[in-house]
C-alpha cells in the first residue's frame, strides 16, 4: 500500500509538471496583458487618463519591480523555471492584480474558507441525496420513485448561480430570515452552502438509486433473502453497503469542483473563496495567480482521486485481493 | 433571597442598563455598494484611490460640500508671481490615524512615493507631472528622486516648484496623486503598510478592516482636525452580491442603478421617491478604429452618421428620461465647455433626412454600397442598451448594416488598438475628473484631437508604426522606440487638419495664460474647434453620444452630498448626515 501511495505521488507530481506546462504555453498565447487592461479599464474615467500617446508607451514598455519576472523581455524558459521554482519553495511571489499579497498568502487565506463551504454542502448533500436515492430505489416505478426522479432531475438541471438568486429570494424576501450578502456570522454560511448543494444532491441521489437497484439484482442479494434474512438486514446489511462504492468515486471530484468552481455563489453571497480571485485572474491577465490556479486546481483533483482510491481500497476487498 | 432569585436580579440588571446604553449611543453606520479596487496602495490607480479621496486620506486642499476649493491639510498657501513656485503651510494640527504628527516630509514622501517608477503603475497622475521633473523621474528619465521639485523647508513648510504656471494645480492637489503617505510604517513594513490594520490615513475616517471581494469597513478617525464635525461613525463599502437585491432587504443604504433597474423603480411608489438623479461629467463616445476604408474619410459620411442617431429618443425610451443627449465632448459641467453653444447644438442635431442626403451624395444611396460597421464590446458594456440603440438607429433610417462583435476582455483590449479589414467602432466613457478648463483639454486629449482628424491612411500607418513599436518594445530596444514615437509624433502634428492645429495652438496659449478670462476665453474656442469637428481620442474620430445622468438610490434616511465631477462619488464621506 505504502509503495502504491509513492508511486501516486510521483505520478502526481509528472502530471502537475505537465499541466504546468501546458498551462503556461497557453496563458502565454492569450492576447492582452495586465497593464494594458490596467490602461484601458482603469476605473473611473477610463480615456481621462491623463497621458499623451508616447507616455502610454512608456508605460507598456517598463514593467513595475512586480512584473518584471513575467515581462516580456524575459525569455519564456525563464518566466516557466521561475515559476516551478516559486511552488517547489513557496515564494511565488506578489500577484499583479493584488499586489499587497503574496500567491501563499491569497491560497492560505481563501482555501479554507472554500474548502469548508464545498465540505459543509457536500456534506448536506450526502445526507438528503442518500436517503432520497434509496427511497426511490425501494420504491421503483411507484409515485415516489418519480417524484423523486423529478426533482433529482430538476435540482441537477439547474446551475447553482440560479440556484443562489432562488435561495434568495426563499430566504431573504418570501421567508425574511437570513442576510442575501456578508462574511463572517455564521448565519452567512447557510445560503451559499445551500446553493451549492443542490446539484450534489442531485447527482448523489441519482447515483444512489441507479447503484442500489444494480445491487439488489445481483446474486448474493437473493442468496440473502432465501437465508431468510429480514428486509432490514439485506437491504442496509448488504445491498446498501456494496452500492455506496461507486458513490465514493464521485464524491471526489464533486469536491474539488466545489472548491474552485464557485466563482458566481461567492460573488452572488460575498464569500471570501477562491473562486473569484481565480475569475478575475484569467480577466486581468494576472500570470502568477493563473499559473497557481490551474496547478492548484489539478493537484486538488489529483489528491482528491488518490484519496479516493484509498477509501475504495479499503472499502472493496476485490481491489485489495487484486493487487496482492 | 435565594441564589437563584439574586442570579435573576442581576441578569436582568445587565439586560437593562445594557439596553439603555443602546438607546442612549446608536452607532451611525452607512453602507454602501461598489464593486472594485484590489489595492489601497496610493500608487495603483484602482477604485480606491477614490475611496482615498472620500475619507481615508486628505490632500493639500480638498472640496467642500458644495464643490469649492478649500484648504485641506494646508492652513495656507502662496504662489510665486510667475505661478510656478508654491509654497504650502501644513496645519498644526494635522494628525495621522495612529496619531502620529503629519508633517511636510509626509507629503514630499507620498508624492515621490507614486511617482517612483518602482512602485505600482498607475496610469493616472493628474497634477503630480506639473511638478518640475515629475515626468522624468516616474519615466525613469533620471534616477535622483531630489531633482523632483519638492522640499521641504521645515516641519510644516512644503515648497513644490512646478515646470510652468499651470493655474489647475492647487486643483488638482485634491487628487490622490498629491497625497500625504504615512513614511514611518512604509519603511518600516514596505507593501504590507497598505493592508488593513496596518493602512495609516490622515482624513476623516481609517481602515479597520477589508476582505478582498466582500467589504471593507471605515471607522471615524479621531485625530482628524474636524473629527467633531465628522456624523456617520462607520462607513461600510460592499463590493460584490446582487447591489439591487441588497438594497431592497436594506443591507444597503445607497447603489449605483442601471437602465435594466429603471422600469421596477418606476413600479415602485416607495423606490421611485429614493432614486436621486444627477448629472454627471462623463459622456458615452463611439471611437472609430483603426481601418482603412474611403467612406471614413468623407465628412459627409461622419455627418450623417451623427445625423441619423435620434439621441433625444435614445435618452427617453432607453435610458427613460435619466440621461441627456450630448452634443459636445466636454458637458456644461466644466467651465470653458461649449455644450450649450447653438453652433454645436444644431451642427449634429437628429435629422434623418439630410443625414440619408448626405450619405446619398457620398454615393451610397439609402445605404447601397456602404460597407458593413463592426461593434466591438467586452463582456461589460454588453448589458449597456446604448449600442443596441445606435445599431437599430443607422440600419433604420441609413439603411446600413451594423454587426455587434463581443469579446472576452482581454481579447478586446488587444483588438481595439490593431488594424482592421472592415469598418469597426468601439464605445467608452470620457469623464473629466476636476473642474477647470484645462481637465479636458490636457496634452493627451489634444494630441488625441490631432490624430483623430487624420486621413485614413495615415491612421494606418500611425497604427503600423504602433504595432511595430510594440514588438520592438519586447526586445528592450528602447532607442528604436522611441524612433518610431518620433515618427508617430510627426504623423499627428504635421498631417493633421488645419482646424486641429488651430486648437493646439489654442491651448498652448491657454497654457501660458495666467488671466482667468482670458484662459477661460481660449480653453472655450478650443472646446469649439473640437465639439464642432468631433476630434476624437488617440489615431479616431468619434461621436459623441449621451451624457448619462448618474442614478443613485438612497434610502432617505441618509443625506448624501455627491461630487459631480467624480462620476458621481460621494464628495466626502465626511460630509453625510443623517436626516
Known sequence: ?324 | MSLRRALIVCLSLIILSSSFLGIAYAEKVFRWHGSWGNTWDLSFHNGFIWVHMMGLSEGLMKWDKDMKLTNGMAESYTISKDGTVYTFKIRKDARWSNGDKLTAYDFEFGIKYILDPKNGKGSFFGGAWYIKNAKAYAQSEISDPNQVGIKVIDDYTLQITLDGPHPDFLTTCTLPTLYPIHKASVEKLGKKAFEAGNLVTNGPYKLVAYTPNVEYVLEKNPYYYDADKVEIDKIVGKLGGDAFLMYRRNEVDLINVGPAQLPVIEKDPVMKKELVIFPQSTVSVIYILAFDHPAFDDIRVLTALQKAIDKERICKFVYRGLAKPAYSWVTDLIPGSTANDPEVLEKFRYDPETARKLLAEAGYPGGKGFPTIHFLINPNQATDPLILAVKSEWEKNLGIKVIIDSLEVGVWSVKIWQLHDEPTMSFSGASILYPDPAAPLTLNYVEGALAGSLKRKDIVEYVKLELQKTEVLKTGNTEKASEITKKQRDIIYRRSTPEARKMLSLVQQAQKTTDPNKRLELYRQANKIRDLNMYGYGWTRSFVLLQPMAARLVRSNFDVPFNRYLVGFPVSFAYIKTK
Open chain 1, 1 to 324: 500500500m505504502a509503495l502504491y501511495i509513492v508511486k501516486r505521488l510521483g505520478w502526481i507530481i509528472f502530471n502537475l509538471l505537465i499541466l504546468s506546462l501546458i498551462a503556461f504555453a497557453l496563458i502565454k498565447s492569450v492576447p492582452g496583458s495586465f497593464l494594458e487592461l490596467q490602461i484601458l479599464l482603469g476605473q473611473a474615467g477610463t480615456t481621462a487618463t491623463g497621458l499623451t500617446v508616447s507616455e502610454i508607451d512608456k508605460i507598456r514598455g517598463v514593467e513595475t519591480e512586480m512584473m518584471k519576472r513575467w515581462g516580456p523581455t524575459v525569455p519564456l524558459w525563464e518566466q516557466y523555471v521561475t515559476f516551478i521554482k516559486g511552488v517547489v519553495t513557496l515564494n511565488m511571489g506578489p500577484s499583479f492584480r493584488w499586489p499587497t499579497q503574496t500567491i501563499e498568502e491569497i491560497i492560505r487565506k481563501t482555501f479554507p474558507v472554500s474548502f469548508t463551504i464545498a465540505v459543509l454542502a457536500i456534506t448536506i448533500a450526502v445526507f438528503i441525496g442518500i436517503p432520497l436515492g434509496v427511497i426511490a430505489a425501494l420504491k421503483q416505478n411507484s409515485w415516489i420513485d418519480y417524484l423523486v426522479s423529478a426533482l433529482v432531475m430538476i435540482v441537477s438541471a439547474i446551475p447553482n448561480y440560479v440556484m443562489a438568486v432562488f435561495v434568495i429570494f426563499l430566504f431573504s424576501f418570501w421567508i425574511p430570515i437570513l442576510p442575501t450578502y456578508g462574511w463572517g456570522h455564521p448565519k452567512n454560511y447557510i445560503l451559499p452552502v445551500l446553493a451549492m448543494s443542490f446539484g450534489p444532491i442531485g447527482s448523489i441521489a441519482g447515483y444512489m438509486r441507479t447503484s442500489l437497484l444494480d445491487a439488489l439484482k445481483q446474486d448474493y442479494i437473493r442468496t440473502a433473502w432465501a437465508k431468510g434474512g429480514t428486509e432490514r438486514y439485506v437491504i442496509f446489511g448488504h445491498a446498501m453497503k456494496n452500492s455506496l462504492i461507486p458513490l465514493v468515486t464521485i464524491l471526489g471530484p464533486m469536491i474539488s469542483h466545489l472548491i474552485l468552481g464557485t466563482v458566481f455563489v461567492e460573488g452572488m453571497f460575498g464569500v471570501p473563496g477562491m473562486g473569484q480571485y481565480f475569475s478575475q485572474a484569467a480577466n486581468s491577465r494576472d500570470y502568477p495567480l493563473m499559473m497557481a490556479q490551474t496547478v492548484i486546481f489539478g493537484l486538488i483533483l489529483m489528491v482528491m482521486n488518490l484519496i479516493v482510491d484509498i477509501i475504495y481500497f479499503f472499502l472493496d476487498p476485490r481491489i485489495r485481493i487484486s493487487r496482492r
